[in-house]
Nanobody, 124 residues
Framework: QVQLVESGGGLVQAGGSLRLSCAASGRTGSGYGMGWFRQAPGKEREFVAAISWAIASTYYADSVKGRFTISRDYTKNTMYLQMNSLKPEDTAVYYC?????????????????WGQGTQVTVSS
């Protein structure tokens, strides 16, 4: 089992920045990678970014490229999402996810464990 706890969400004005964290605990040693997804009211959960655990290869949704940066601290079992130039359309609950084996970076079904989510609200 792997437990994931997100933090860092909040309310920010358009153009501002937030940094999300996701702390992983439990059987993380065999993990392949982690990702961030988000879900706005009335919409499906969508891929935001992902990172491979061992070599830190990164992947981004087109909508966040150039604004968001995913990273990880291997020694702390923690993943981060630095979000800059935030827009009102970035408003959503952000979830971190963990995958034991590579399946898909962008498909929710590719992940084995999920955090409880953290709310990000961007005001115009």
């Amino acid at each position: 089992q792997v437990q994931l706890v997100e933090s860092g969400g909040g309310l920010v004005q358009a153009g501002g920045s937030l940094r999300l964290s996701c702390a992983a605990s439990g059987r993380t040693g065999s993990g392949y990678g982690m990702g961030w997804f988000r879900q706005a009211p009335g919409k499906e959960r969508e891929f935001v970014a992902a990172i491979s655990w061992a070599i830190a290869s990164t992947y981004y949704a087109d909508s966040v490229k150039g604004r968001f940066t995913i990273s990880r601290d291997y020694t702390k079992n923690t993943m981060y999402l630095q979000m800059n130039s935030l827009k009102p359309e970035d408003t959503a609950v952000y979830y971190c996810a963990f995958q034991n084996h590579y399946n898909s970076w962008t498909n929710v079904r590719g992940y084995d464990y999920w955090g409880q989510g953290t709310q990000v609200t961007v005001s115009s």
